[in-house]
C-alpha cells in the first residue's frame, strides 16, 4: 500500500505540470500553431504558443476565462476549467480575413503591414499546398491579383499592372534574379523556382525601384524559400516532408521530398522535386477557333502533315522539370549567423506551343520543330547576417551570389533539313549589403548597397537533321560577348509621426554600364561594331499610412522606377517574330515611371475586411517594338522570307491606371467568403493599346473548414478583350486568337468553376482532392500561345515527420 502511495505522490505534481501546458492546433491541418496569444480578460496573464504549438498556463488559474487570438485564425474563448474537457488540446479554425501581420519585401526587413503604404500580396505555403500549383507562375496566379500569360505549358510570364518581364523584378531569397538577357516580352523564367520549396511570395505592386533598382517598373516578386529552423534549447530538430501528386489534364506525376535537420549551432535544409508534364487536355465546350487540328511529325524521314484525331490535345507540349534546393545555417556567435544556399533547376526540352500553331498557307504550318533547349538556372547564395546595437545598424545582411543561367532556341521550318540552334549563356555576380538602423523609437533608417555583373555569351549553329552536318548562323546577341553591370545605393526612412501616421520616404541612385561587341559581320552589316551605355538615374518614393481608429486605413503613396535597357533590349540581333525580324538599336534610352497609389482598407470588427486601392501610373519614354531601318532598308529577306524590320524604339508616353477590390469574410465559424476583382487599362500618346495590360479578372470563392478538413468552390473569370483594345503586335497574331464576327482576332470573356478540398488522414498524412474547370470549358488567357486545362482531376498525398 505504501508503494502506491508514493507512485501515486511522484505522479500526481508531473499531471499538474501537464494540466498547465496547453496546445494549440489547426482543426483542418491538426498542425501545431506558433505565436498564438494566450490571455485572460484583464490582459494581466498572458502566455505565446512555442512552435510545437505547446504555450505555459502556469500564471493562469482555473478561475479564468482564456483568449486565444492570432493574425490569422478565428479568436477562440474557453473557461479554464473545461480545458480538461477538451485534453488540454485547442483547435482554431483559420479566418477568411486573416492577414500576415508581417511583410519582408517592402524595404528586406520585417516591418508591420499596418506601416507600409505600398500595395502588397502575400502567398503562404499553406495556400500553396491547399491549390496545387504546377509551377511557381501557378503559384502567383493563385493570387488572384497577378495575371498569368503562358506561350506553352513549361512557361508562365507574370503581368504586374500592364507591365511583365524585364519591367518587373523576381527576387529569389533577396537576390535579383532578372540578368541581361531578360526579354521585353512574354517571359518564363519564374517557372525556374520550385513552388514546393515557397515558404512565402510578396508581390508588391507599383514600382519597387527605391530598394531593388532596375526593372522593377510594374511591381518586384518577392519569393522566400523555406528556412532552417535552429533547435535552440533542444538536443536537435527533425523534419521531413514528402507529396506525391497526379493532374489528368496533363497527366502530371510530381513527386517531393524536403528533409531538415537542426541542432543548437548550425542547421541543413534539402529540398528535391521533380514533375513530368505530357501534352495538355484543353476543354470541349466553346471556342472551337482553338483547337488543335493539325500536327507535323516525320514519316519515313520526312516531314509529313497530320489531322489530330484528338483534336484537344495539344500535341508536342510535354516537358519535365527538376528541382534542388540545398541550404545550410550556421550560428557563428548571438550576433552572426551565417547561411548558404545552393538552387539548381533544370528542364527537358520545351515546345514553344505557340510557334507550332503558326501556317505558312491554308493548309501547311511553318515549322516542324520549334523548342526551347533545357532552361538551367543555378545559384550560389552566401549571406552573413549580423545583429548589434552599434553607431551603423541594428540589423545588417551581407549576400553574396552567383548565377549561372542556360537557354537554347531551337527551330526547324516543314521540309527543311536545317534545325537552327542558338544558346546563351550568362553568368551573374551580385553583391547587396543591406542595413537598418532605429534612429529613435519612432524612426527606422534602411539603407544599402548593391552592385551586378552580367556576362553573356551567345552562339549560333545549323545542322542539317540528314548528315548531321553544320554550319554558323547568326547568333541571337552580339557574338564577341556582353558585359551589362549596375551600382547603386538607397537610403529609406520610417517615422511613425504619431499613433495615427506612419510616413515612409527614400531615395536611390542607380548607374548601370553595357557593352556588346559585334566580332563577324557576315550575317549583318551595322554602321558600328559595338554598342555601349553609360546611364544612370534618381529614383523616389514618399508614402503615408493614416489610421484614424483601428477599423480604417488609407494608404497614399508615390513613386518613380527606371529601367534601363538591358543586352536584349538594345543589342539583340535578328530575331525571329512572324513576318517581322528585330534588330538593334544602338540609340535606346531607359524608361520611367511615374506612381500614385491610394488605398483604403475597412476592417468590420475581424469578421470581415474590403481592400480597395486605386493607382496612376505615367511613362516617359516607353520602349515598344515598332518599325525601324536596317541599312536603309524596311525589309530584309531573313531565313529565306523578306520580312519587316522592326526594333524596340522609345516612343514617348504611355499611361495605366486601374484598380482593385477584395473583400474577405468569415460568414460563421466554418465558412469563409471571398472575392476580388482587378481592372485596367493603357495606352500610349498615339492611343494605341499597351501589350501587357491584362483584362478584367478576378476570383470568387466560399469555403468550409471543418475537424481535419477544408473544402473551397470557387470561380476564376476574365473579361474580353475587343480586336480594338487589342496591341498592334497582339492583332499580328490572330492564330493565337478567337475570331469576332468582322473576322478580326480578340481574347474572349470566359469563367471556370473550382473545387479543391483536403482531408487530414492522420497526423503525418493528409489527401489532396480537386477538380478544376468542372464545366470543362475551352478558354485560352489573353496572349497566351496556349489552351489552359480543360477538366482537370488532381488527387495529391503529403506526409509529413
Do not use: C
Not at 521533380?274 to 516525320?298: A, C, I, P, W
Amino acid at each position: 500500500m505504501t508503494r502506491y502511495s508514493i507512485l501515486l505522490l511522484l505522479l500526481f505534481p508531473t499531471s499538474l505540470l501537464l494540466s498547465q501546458t496547453v496546445t494549440v492546433i489547426d482543426i483542418s491541418t491538426q498542425k501545431p500553431i506558433e505565436h498564438v496569444a494566450i490571455f485572460n480578460l484583464a490582459q494581466s496573464k498572458t502566455s505565446l504558443t512555442m512552435p510545437d504549438g505547446k504555450a505555459d498556463l502556469s500564471e493562469f488559474d482555473s478561475s479564468d476565462v482564456l483568449y486565444f487570438q492570432h493574425t490569422s485564425y478565428q479568436d477562440y474563448v474557453l473557461p479554464y476549467d473545461e480545458l480538461s474537457k477538451a485534453d488540454f488540446v485547442v483547435k482554431l479554425t483559420q479566418s477568411s480575413v486573416g492577414l500576415s501581420e508581417v511583410v519582408i519585401a517592402a524595404n528586406k526587413w520585417e516591418q508591420k503591414r499596418s506601416e507600409v503604404p505600398n500595395k502588397i500580396t502575400s502567398i503562404q505555403a499553406k495556400e500553396i499546398e491547399f491549390y496545387n500549383p504546377q509551377t511557381a507562375a501557378d503559384v502567383l496566379g493563385t493570387s488572384n491579383e497577378v495575371f498569368i500569360q503562358k506561350s506553352q505549358l513549361g512557361g508562365g510570364s507574370p503581368m504586374i499592372r500592364g507591365f511583365a518581364a524585364n519591367s518587373i523584378l523576381i527576387v529569389v531569397d533577396g537576390v535579383r534574379m532578372n540578368n541581361a538577357i531578360y526579354r521585353s516580352g512574354n517571359l518564363q523564367n519564374v517557372i525556374a523556382i520550385d513552388p514546393n520549396s515557397i515558404q512565402t511570395s510578396e508581390v508588391i505592386f507599383g514600382p519597387g525601384s527605391i530598394i531593388y533598382g532596375s526593372d522593377a517598373l510594374g511591381g518586384v516578386m518577392d519569393f522566400h524559400t523555406k528556412s532552417i529552423v535552429l533547435s535552440g534549447g533542444k538536443p536537435h530538430l527533425f523534419s521531413t516532408n514528402a507529396l506525391g501528386r497526379y493532374s489528368s489534364a496533363n497527366n502530371e506525376l510530381t513527386g517531393h521530398f524536403d528533409f531538415g535537420f537542426s541542432q543548437k549551432n548550425w542547421g541543413s535544409f534539402t529540398s528535391v522535386s521533380y514533375s513530368k508534364f505530357d501534352d495538355l487536355k484543353m476543354g470541349t465546350v466553346g471556342n472551337e477557333d482553338y483547337r488543335r487540328l493539325h500536327y507535323v511529325d516525320q514519316v519515313n524521314g520526312k516531314d509529313s502533315t497530320f489531322t489530330n484525331d484528338k483534336p484537344n490535345i495539344q500535341k508536342f507540349s510535354a516537358y519535365n522539370q527538376l528541382n534542388i534546393l540545398q541550404k545550410f545555417k550556421f550560428k557563428l556567435s548571438n550576433k552572426l549567423m551565417l547561411d548558404y544556399a545552393f538552387h539548381y533547376s533544370t528542364t527537358s526540352d520545351v515546345p514553344r506551343y505557340d510557334r507550332l500553331l503558326q501556317y505558312k498557307n491554308d493548309s501547311t504550318l511553318k515549322y516542324a520543330k520549334w523548342y526551347y533547349g533545357p532552361q538551367k538556372w543555378m545559384m550560389h547564395n552566401l549571406g552573413l547576417e549580423m545583429t548589434d546595437s552599434n553607431l551603423l545598424y541594428n540589423n545588417a545582411r551581407l549576400t553574396l551570389a552567383y548565377q549561372n543561367a542556360e537557354e537554347s532556341r531551337n527551330d526547324r521550318k516543314f521540309g527543311k533539313p536545317n534545325l537552327r540552334s542558338r544558346t546563351e549563356t550568362v553568368d551573374v555576380f551580385t553583391l547587396n549589403y543591406d542595413l537598418d538602423k532605429h534612429l529613435s523609437k519612432k524612426n527606422t533608417l534602411f539603407y544599402g548597397i548593391e552592385s551586378f555583373f552580367n556576362k553573356v555569351n551567345s552562339t549560333g549553329k545549323s545542322t542539317d537533321i540528314y548528315t548531321g552536318e553544320t554550319e554558323k548562323v547568326a547568333t541571337r546577341y552580339p557574338d564577341g560577348g556582353s558585359d551589362y553591370s549596375g551600382a547603386a545605393l538607397y537610403a529609406h526612412l520610417k517615422s511613425r509621426l504619431s499613433e495615427k501616421i506612419t510616413l515612409q520616404a527614400g531615395m536611390r541612385y542607380s548607374h548601370i554600364w553595357l557593352n556588346s561587341k559585334f566580332t563577324d559581320t557576315s550575317f549583318y552589316h551595322f554602321p558600328y561594331d559595338a554598342i555601349e551605355m553609360n546611364t544612370g538615374a534618381i529614383t523616389g518614393s514618399i508614402g503615408m499610412v493614416y489610421k484614424p481608429n483601428p477599423s480604417w486605413q488609407l494608404n497614399t503613396n508615390l513613386s518613380s522606377g527606371f529601367r534601363a535597357p538591358n543586352v536584349d533590349d538594345i543589342a539583340k540581333i535578328f530575331d525571329s517574330e512572324p513576318g517581322n525580324v528585330i534588330v538593334p538599336n544602338e540609340n535606346l534610352k531607359p524608361e520611367y515611371a511615374y506612381n500614385a497609389d491610394l488605398g483604403i482598407i475597412k476592417n468590420f470588427n475581424d469578421k470581415a475586411s474590403l481592400d480597395i486601392t486605386l493607382f496612376y501610373t505615367i511613362i516617359d519614354d516607353v520602349m515598344v517594338r515598332s518599325d525601324f531601318w536596317a541599312n536603309g532598308q524596311d525589309s530584309i529577306l531573313y531565313d529565306g522570307e523578306m520580312s519587316k524590320v522592326q526594333a524596340l524604339v522609345n516612343t514617348g508616353k504611355g499611361w495605366v491606371y486601374g484598380g482593385s477590390f477584395t473583400f474577405l469574410t468569415d460568414i460563421s465559424e466554418r465558412f469563409g467568403f471571398r472575392t476580388n476583382l482587378t481592372y485596367m487599362k493603357g495606352e500610349d500618346d498615339q492611343n494605341e493599346p499597351l501589350r501587357h495590360v491584362s483584362p478584367l479578372f478576378g476570383s470568387t470563392g466560399i469555403s468550409y473548414t471543418a475537424n481535419k478538413t477544408r473544402i473551397e468552390v470557387y470561380a476564376n473569370y476574365n473579361g474580353e478583350i475587343s480586336y480594338e483594345n487589342l496591341s498592334a503586335s497582339e492583332r499580328d497574331k490572330p492564330y493565337m486568337y478567337a475570331t469576332d464576327a468582322g473576322g478580326n482576332p480578340y481574347s474572349p470573356a470566359w469563367f471556370t468553376l473550382n473545387l479543391k478540398g483536403f482531408y487530414q488522414i492522420t497526423n503525418k498524412l493528409q489527401i489532396d482532392l480537386g477538380i478544376e474547370n468542372i464545366l470543362d470549358y475551352r478558354y485560352r488567357p489573353y496572349s497566351s500561345g496556349i489552351v489552359s486545362p480543360g477538366r482537370n482531376f488532381i488527387v495529391a498525398l503529403r506526409a509529413n515527420l
